[in-house]
Nanobody, 121 residues
Framework: VQLQASGGGLVQAGGSLRLSCAAS????????FNWHRQAPGKQRELVAS???????NYADPVKGRFTISRDNAKNTMYLQMNALKVEDTAVYYC????????????????WGQGTLVTVSA
């Protein structure tokens, strides 16, 4: 299973961006999708999660501004980011807990490459 993140860029404070994370592979299903971020000089932090049945959870700094969603038919996750702040500047990483295989089931975790979000004042 592989993840491909996209949608980062440069935006002014107060603006919006939408990140996407597409999963690909053979005979797999995604249990939980997560977005993490890592700002310069800081540790990576969990931003938002969404379960297979659509239950979402958010870190306090993004509640009310970010919305996580998923399209199970497309194996894709989204992060709609509104009212962006300078402190949201970070590399955003998607991550997924998955099940794969047919005769033999493998459970694993995979990370996508980061996508840079820069919010200017």
């Amino acid at each position: 299973v592989q993840l491909q993140a996209s949608g980062g860029g440069l935006v002014q404070a107060g603006g919006s961006l939408r990140l996407s994370c597409a999963a690909s592979g053979r005979s797999f299903s995604i249990n939980v999708f997560n977005w993490h971020r890592q700002a310069p000089g800081k540790q990576r932090e969990l931003v938002a999660s969404i379960s297979s049945n659509g239950i979402a959870n958010y870190a306090d700094p993004v509640k009310g501004r970010f919305t996580i969603s998923r399209d199970n038919a497309k194996n894709t996750m989204y992060l709609q980011m509104n009212a962006l702040k300078v402190e949201d500047t970070a590399v955003y990483y998607c991550e997924a807990d998955y099940r794969a295989g047919t005769d033999v089931i493998v459970v694993g975790r995979v990370w996508g490459q980061g996508t840079l979000v820069t919010v200017s004042a």
